[in-house]
């Protein structure tokens, strides 16, 4: 049997145990001067085997507002999951965020780097949120 099929099997049982959540939890709020930003897991199952190892926060030449985090992966085997991000203005009104959720699988007990930019120069803080593919809609 492969990783992949693995965690569905681990996900499936939690799920038709009730021990899935979709209660989202922050895994860790910052603040770079100017800018805020939080990372967000939204299902008990990411939560427990995703970990913020670091993150960067630039501008690039036009002004938008770059992002980078790094999740690890706490588990021994390969993490399939979902990232969005939105940013917000200072007013904190949504000014940019992604059409669709990204699909990543992140290797076992493997760091990924995820990057984002935001569409335009008014973003002041962010938001990247995580799930897992077989809690959406939940």
Known sequence: ?????????????????????????????????PVAGAVLVADTYSWRLVALSGHRVDRVDDGRLSIEVRLKNLSGLDLPVEI???????????????????????????????????????????????RTPLTRGL
């Open 1 to 33: 049997m492969s990783s992949r099929t693995l965690i569905a099997v681990a996900m499936w049982v939690g799920l038709a145990a009730g021990c899935v959540s979709t209660k989202i939890r922050s895994v860790q709020s910052f603040v770079d001067f």
């Open 84 to 130: 969005k991000t939105v940013f917000h203005g200072a007013d904190g009104v949504v000014v940019s965020q992604d059409a669709d959720w990204r699909p990543v699988v992140i290797p076992g007990n493997s760091e990924h780097r995820y990057r984002a930019i935001s569409d335009n120069r008014f973003a002041a803080s962010f938001e990247v949120t995580l």
